[in-house]
């Protein structure tokens, strides 16, 4: 085999992965939704949600530890409080809007980093 063909196989099995990939994601994530939005109005009613967020991925709780608390799920916003709803397992992370110190941006948090901007909150 030649090494363009080969090269070329190579490129078209990522892309070919890659799509996949993507149709899986979106998968996953639209049948999270309904659970999510049970569980999400089980504790707020429509006009309490200030912002709702339900594609939202948690890269960990600093004190819990490098492993705790990552995961994909729900996050709501109220006048009250944040409240990130885990999908798996069904840990849910509730701060207080008055206990939040600060709000920044990185790219990186407990030894995982992205591209994409994160919101640290302290």
Aim: charged share 20%; hydrophobic share 50%; glycine share 8%.
């Amino acid at each position: 085999m030649e090494m363009a063909t080969t090269i070329g196989l190579i490129a078209l099995g990522v892309v070919a992965i890659t799509l996949v990939m993507s149709v899986v994601v979106k998968l996953v994530l639209h049948l999270m939704k309904r659970p999510l939005e049970a569980r999400i109005a089980a504790h707020y009613s429509p006009d309490e949600i200030l912002m709702k967020d339900l594609t939202t991925m948690s890269f960990g709780v600093k004190s819990k530890g490098v492993w705790r608390g990552r995961g994909n799920g729900g996050l709501v916003l109220t006048a009250d409080c944040m409240h990130f709803f885990r999908f798996v397992p069904w840990s849910d992370l509730r701060v207080p809007v008055g206990a939040i110190s600060k709000l920044t941006f990185t790219k990186s948090h407990l030894g995982k980093a992205t591209i994409y901007d994160l919101v640290k909150v302290n």
